[in-house]
T-cell receptor, first 116, second 108 residues
Framework: EAGVAQSPRYKIIEKRQSVAFWCNPI?????LYWYQQILGQGPKLLIQ????????DSQLPKDRFSAERLKGVDSTLKIQPAKLEDSAVYLC??????????????FGQGTRLTVV | GQSLEQPSEVTAVEGAIVQINCTYQTSGFYGLSWYQQHDGGAPTFLSYNGLDGLEETGRFSSFLSRSDSYGYLLLQELQMKDSASYFC?????????FGDGTTLTVKP
């Protein structure tokens, strides 16, 4: 079974530039997440989709971050304009979750963003 | 809101047993998960506790006490490859809120 695919793996941009990350979840997984992981911290949820609807985007800085999940499959996360504090690894994850307790998530390798 | 506390670092020797504790405060709770993350790698799921008690998966076990808002991950027969960061995560409404992780160093 193919895992969660993310691209690019690495990205270096200057502050105030824009950047986009792409994620292809595991086939059949209804729920997709974007997490931000700053060095030395745990992953922090930015947005959760179920199929192509947003379930939770309460921690997404909406003045600069946007995300979409077209046709309930692939997703893109965009930052515009980037700030220095956006330097982090951006992790995409997916799960079979459609209700209940266990939310076992499968993570991609992430995109390491450096803003200079 | 939700907050989780776990030790930042633990060191143990090969073959030993180590316990990583996690305490949480949460406004919504279905269960507690544990993930492992090697340097530069993706977090990988280890276990989930939805009910009080012990769940065992090979060398790893996880425990939950909902009344104490407490859980732990027990790693037995430690191997060098177990050196990694371990995260507890509160599960609620299909999402996981992660602690800041415990870095486990296994020494020969």
């Amino acid at each position: 079974e193919a895992g969660v695919a993310q691209s690019p793996r690495y990205k270096i941009i200057e502050k105030r530039q824009s950047v986009a990350f792409w994620c292809n979840p595991i086939s059949g997984h209804a729920t997709l997440y974007w997490y931000q992981q700053i060095l030395g911290q745990g992953p922090k949820l930015l947005i959760q989709f179920q199929n192509n609807g947003v379930v939770d985007d309460s921690q997404l800085p909406k003045d600069r971050f946007s995300a979409e999940r077209l046709k309930g499959v692939d997703s893109t996360l965009k930052i515009q304009p980037a700030k220095l504090e956006d330097s982090a690894v951006y992790l995409c994850a997916s799960s079979l979750y459609v209700g209940g307790g266990n939310t076992e998530a499968f993570f991609g390798q992430g995109t390491r963003l450096t803003v200079v | 809101g939700q907050s989780l506390e776990q030790p930042s670092e633990v060191t143990a020797v090969e073959g030993a047993i180590v316990q990583i504790n996690c305490t949480y405060q949460t406004s919504g709770f279905y269960g507690l998960s544990w993930y492992q993350q090697h340097d530069g790698g993706a977090p990988t799921f280890l276990s989930y506790n939805g009910l009080d008690g012990l769940e065992e998966t090979g060398r790893f076990s996880s425990f939950l006490s909902r009344s104490d808002s407490y859980g732990y991950l027990l790693l037995q027969e430690l191997q060098m490859k177990d050196s990694a960061s371990y995260f507890c995560a509160v599960c609620n409404a299909g999402k996981s809120t992660f602690g800041d992780g415990t870095t486990l160093t296994v020494k020969p």
